[in-house]
């Protein structure tokens, strides 16, 4: 059986919105003719509640490709909820979805609408011939609270098939932060691929011997290094026992650093202005383009009076600009703060972040309670007014003291 994995198409986010979608698009289109089923580990959507407009055009989406004829068809379903498709799209709900525990996610409520199968905390099995697949999911959860759930799950390989074991978290080995993130080893033995979502680069690993197979996103959302690559998704064959990436089209995203000493503000704006005209010439598709400005800039120097917004609108209609000066330090500023630039925090998430500290400062203090602080993170980080947000975290606290 051929199973293509689509991953992190996080539709809705606003920066790319347009290219988010065409690209998702895409990837759904070329994964229901080329594979016998599609598995999606995460973050379908990028926000936990997406506006009408936004699910509206993911329906019409999902809508197609559950059309399709596939090479397979789910024959079997273990778990709490009903499903109402036998088509093979199978989904879990990532970080971006994931909401306060007895309420419905995004994810849910296109398994409602028959449009694929939420597999989280349950086992789907596809069929086709004699052949069949069996993937567990385990959506996307808080990644103090991931090992337990994994012990209270329990998740065992079903005997006779080919097993999945789809998960959407940080892994220790890809994000060296936190003992709280998952180890390789810790993950459940005995299945015969492991796919994750979250991460938005492509990496090929093992786990008990076996593949792990992590496609990425299918749009640029971090500006990150590691997302220069080709965007796209993968194909796992169960009988050969191997797996191609397929490329979708996708914008440019190209990353140039700039180094200065003791610069002026008009040294920098002249090295910045150098480097866009040199992209520009190079002609094709409107690129994205990160310039990261770092070394030392003169005494008086203020990062706010440098101008690169309005550089960046100059040349807006040729490319998409943006400007890290994280790096870029004022003569005599403390170099404690670029120590921490230095540091690997670049490459995690910002919500994973804030998530991670918030955990931090729970641990560390004598609050006791037995609601998690990715409760009150999911309630904080919502979308939802300021008034109501505040409302919402305060009447957890107060329950909880009560």
């Known amino acids: 059986m051929k199973i ?4 992190d198409m996080h539709l809705g986010y606003e920066r790319f919105s347009e290219d988010a979608f065409l690209q998702a698009k895409e990837a759904l289109h070329k994964a229901s003719e080329s594979a016998d089923a599609i598995i999606i580990p995460g973050d379908i959507f990028d926000k936990r509640y997406p506006k009408p407009d936004i699910i509206s055009q993911v329906m019409k989406i999902f809508r197609e490709i559950s059309s399709k004829n596939f090479g397979a068809e789910v024959t079997e379903y273990s778990g709490e909820n009903k499903i109402y498709t036998k088509k093979p799209i199978v989904a879990i709900p990532g970080t971006h979805e994931r909401i306060a525990k007895g309420k419905e996610n995004a994810v849910q409520l296109l398994s409602l609408a028959g449009l694929l199968i939420d597999t989280s905390e349950a086992v789907t099995t596809l069929s086709k011939g004699d052949e069949k697949v069996c993937i567990f999911g385990l959506g996307g959860v808080s990644e103090e609270m991931v090992k337990a759930e994994l012990e209270k799950l329990d998740p065992k390989p079903v005997a006779g098939a080919f097993n999945i074991f789809m998960f959407h978290q940080s892994t220790y080995e890809l994000l060296p932060f936190s003992d709280s993130f998952i180890k390789y080893s810790e993950l459940p033995k005995g299945f015969d ?3 994750c979502g979250h991460m938005h680069n492509r990496v090929e690993a093992k786990v008990h011997g076996k593949t792990l197979l992590i496609p990425g996103s299918t749009v640029l959302t971090q500006l990150k290094s590691e997302e220069q690559g080709n965007k796209g998704f993968m194909i796992f064959d169960t009988k050969d026992y191997t797996h191609e990436f397929i490329k979708i089209n996708s914008r440019p995203f190209i990353i140039k650093e700039i180094s200065v000493n003791n610069a002026t503000v008009e040294k920098v704006i002249e090295e910045c202005r ?8 190079k002609g094709g598709v409107k690129p994205i383009l990160k310039i990261k400005i770092s070394g030392v800039a003169s005494k008086g120097f203020e990062k706010a009076d440098m101008g690169l917004h309005s550089l960046a609108a100059k040349y807006a209609k040729e490319a998409i600009i943006s400007f890290d000066t994280q790096s870029l330090s004022i003569e005599g500023e403390d170099s404690r703060i670029n120590e921490l630039r230095d540091g690997k925090v670049d490459s995690m998430p910002v919500k994973e ?3 991670h500290m918030l955990s931090e400062k729970f641990n560390k203090s004598k609050t006791k309670g037995s609601f998690k602080p990715s409760d009150l993170f999911a309630i904080l980080s919502s979308d939802e007014s300021k008034d109501k947000v505040l409302k919402t975290a305060g009447e957890l606290l107060l329950e909880e003291n009560n």
């Open 4 to 7: 293509a994995i689509v991953s």
């Open 193 to 195: 691929l492991y796919v």
């Open 274 to 281: 150098s480097v866009i005209s040199n992209e520009i010439l």
């Open 353 to 355: 972040l804030g998530l």
